[in-house]
């Protein structure tokens, strides 16, 4: 089984090998919160977590935990390919398992560390165990892990039910401030924006904006900005093979054909052109 297919990890602490930065990916995510103070900003969305709280994510939303460095920091997650799960589920017919990922695009259950959802975290620890021991072509394996992964699905869609999926959240105004920011910046990140525009499209001082959104989501304005364009690049480069990088650059609010290279090749590893032929052989 390819490794990008399924990935779980079971109470992870601290950093581990895990990048921070404002990120997106194909494959969708269940992110369990069991210890430690972190403010997770997804799309514009930001959720103040509380042990016992799963976000489900389509992945391509872009996100970022803001955690205290100074506190344990310990959750677990599971990334999946929907294709790996699908034909099962639909043999068995329970394809709204998976629903919610592709209709909210990401929400919060709060479990308040119940008991169904101890009982999650068992069946989380068992799929990793055994991903951990299994060979790429033990296909008896493979067959236990997705009977594994389903009954983790029934779980979460359990849960769900149990607990409203939108959490009722009596918002501070800087959270708010920084939505509204997140939210501008989404629907303006291919224009050229400064901090000066921002704050004056939002009535806010230009100080403010850089400050509360810094201490809301842990990073800067321009590098929400940047992650928004460089994640608009990825989904061009996949969604329109013939149109020409530079094209698809400028169009996502990138200035200049160089700058955008540097960019792209610090943030992913490789060149758009090498990461463009790989998504179309994928």
């Known amino acids: ?7 779980v990890k079971h109470r992870i602490k601290g950093k581990d090998d895990y990048s921070f930065d404002f990120h997106s990916h194909p494959e969708y ?21 509380e042990p016992g709280d799963i976000l489900l994510m389509d992945g391509l939303t872009m996100h ?32 709204y398992l998976i629903e919610v990922f592709q209709k909210l695009h990401h929400c919060l259950i709060r479990t308040n560390e119940s008991e169904q959802s101890k009982k999650l975290e068992g069946l989380i620890y068992q ?6 021991k299994t060979d790429d072509h033990d296909e008896l394996a493979e067959t236990e892990m997705k009977v594994l ?25 800087k959270i708010e401030h920084a939505e509204n920011i997140a939210n501008y910046i989404q629907h303006n ?17 230009k100080s403010y904006v ?12 321009m590098e929400y900005v940047m992650g928004c364009r460089l994640t608009q690049v990825k989904y061009l480069l996949e969604m329109e093979p013939n ?40």
């Open 1 to 7: 089984m390819k490794e990008e297919v399924l990935r």
């Open 29 to 49: 995510e269940i992110y369990f919160f069991h210890k430690g103070s972190c403010r997770y900003l997804i799309h514009n969305k930001i959720y103040d977590l």
């Open 64 to 95: 970022r935990p803001n955690f205290d460095p100074n506190m344990d920091y310990v959750r677990s997650l599971l990334h999946f390919s929907p294709e790996w799960i699908k034909g099962l589920l639909e043999e068995l017919g329970c394809m």
């Open 127 to 132: 799929l990793s165990e055994l991903k951990n």
């Open 149 to 173: 992964f389903i009954q983790i699905l029934i779980k979460v869609y359990q849960l769900g039910q149990l607990v409203s999926l939108k959490i009722p959240n009596q918002k501070g105004d």
């Open 189 to 205: 990140y291919m224009k050229k924006l400064t901090l000066i525009t921002i704050a004056e499209a939002l009535n806010l001082s």
């Open 210 to 221: 850089s400050h509360v959104f810094k201490e809301m989501t842990g990073y800067t304005v």
């Open 243 to 282: 149109k020409a990088i530079h094209e698809i650059a400028y169009e996502c609010g990138f200035e200049s054909a160089s700058h955008f290279s540097r960019y792209f090749n610090e943030k992913i590893g490789v060149t758009a052109r090498e990461y463009r032929k790989m998504r179309l052989q994928s």
